[in-house]
């Protein structure tokens, strides 16, 4: 089969089209006739070697998929061969085929295509055990969500937004800001010419957000602090801004905030398998409703996962990348 690999550590450019054995699927997998494959960030950081792969998964990169299930193990599983899903997967997403645990499945959203179907797996599954499970985002409170044109960012904005929540965003540009209230965001914050916590302070009546779901950290640690309401959960998912921050810590048990955060991909199949159902049951209805729409920005064939790799870490697009490898 065709698929893409990382010949070594680099800039885009080592992700070149190789020839690859079939994946064979174990107890519990099934093998799907890849259709298309999101590009994530966390793609980025493995090109370059900062993204280990975990014992047992695929050295190729891509860690969701849509497309055809054409065999594998399907007993009891409520799939059948032929049928269209989309699946997150610990890597193997950009090749013609690829292997997925059967509970990471999910059937193609009614009215999505399998290409938009490829968009949802890694940032869903990440949004909704961090913000609904870690967080415990609750029924009334308020989200801000930094980072909010990222594939992930416009995720948390619309899956918040369609539960009923008030949802802040942060974002590099007007651009981008604007682009996030047309998401569902009730105000974008340019972070390059206004402070979040005075912009969240002042919208809450003081208050400060409930939930804030961060992919900065470092020096953005101790400031989202300062801007979280009485109780409230900052939850972790990236260290874009660094690893490390100076933090007041009487604020934290003045105020009993929590900070937490997670990885997804080194999580057991039954965690995700546990994801997957509250995913089927509360959002899959949301996204057949039309009330999240998919935000794909951009297209690329597989030859082409350099230059998504390219746009993604130019940061100028505003949702997913994706990978359309039937194209
Ligand atoms: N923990 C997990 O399980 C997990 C799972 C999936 C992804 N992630 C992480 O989540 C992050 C987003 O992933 P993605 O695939 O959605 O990536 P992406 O689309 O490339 O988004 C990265 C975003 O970070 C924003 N950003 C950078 N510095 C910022 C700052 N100081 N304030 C606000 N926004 C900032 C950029 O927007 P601007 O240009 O507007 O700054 C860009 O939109 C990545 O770091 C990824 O590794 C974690």
């Known amino acids: 089969m065709r698929a893409i ?23 519990g997998e099934v093998l799907i006739k890849v259709h298309a494959a999101g590009v994530n960030r966390p793609d980025v950081l493995q090109r370059t070697g900062n993204y280990p792969v975990p014992p047992g ?3 190729i990169p ?23 899903v989309c699946a997150l997967v610990q890597g193997g997403g950009y090749a013609e085929y690829c292997a997925a ?7 193609v959203p009614r009215g999505w295509s399998a290409l938009q179907a490829a968009s949802l797996p890694e940032t869903f599954f990440t949004v909704y055990s961090n913000v609904f499970e870690r967080a415990k985002l609750g029924e009334g409170e308020t989200l801000l969500v930094q980072g909010g044109s990222s594939g992930i960012g416009v995720t948390a904005i619309q899956m918040a937004t369609a539960l009923g929540h008030r949802v802040f965003a942060t974002a590099g540009s ?24 005075d912009v969240v302070k002042s919208l809450t009546g003081g208050k400060g957000a409930d939930v804030i779901l961060d992919m900065v ?16 959960r900052l ?11 100076e933090v007041n810590f009487s604020e934290i048990l003045r105020r009993r905030l929590t900070v937490t955060g997670s990885t997804l991909r080194p999580r057991p199949v039954a965690f995700k398998q546990d994801i997957a159902h509250k995913l089927l049951e509360r959002i899959w209805p949301l996204l057949e409703a039309g009330r999240i729409k998919p935000v794909i920005y951009k297209t690329f064939s597989l030859e082409q996962a350099a230059n998504a790799h390219a746009l993604m870490e130019s940061s100028t697009h ?3 990348l994706v990978l359309d490898i039937v194209r």
Do not use: H, T, W
């Open 217 to 232: 950290a470092g020096s953005y640690v101790n400031r989202e602090i300062q801007c979280l309401a009485d109780d409230g």
């Open 5 to 27: 690999e990382i010949v070594k550590p680099g800039g885009p450019e080592v992700l070149l089209p190789c020839e690859r054995e079939m994946p064979v699927p174990k107890a």
């Open 318 to 320: 505003v949702g997913k």
């Open 57 to 59: 998964a695929s050295d």
């Open 62 to 84: 891509g860690l969701e998929v849509a497309g055809e299930i054409v065999g594998g193990d399907l007993e009891g599983s409520g799939f059948s061969k032929g049928e269209l």
């Open 235 to 245: 939850v972790i998912i990236a260290l874009l801004g660094g690893a490390k921050g």
């Open 101 to 107: 645990p059967v509970a990471q499945c999910l059937p």
């Open 174 to 197: 007007d651009d981008k800001c604007r682009a996030c209230e047309s998401l569902g965001a009730e105000r974008g914050i340019n972070y390059r010419s206004e402070d979040f916590v």
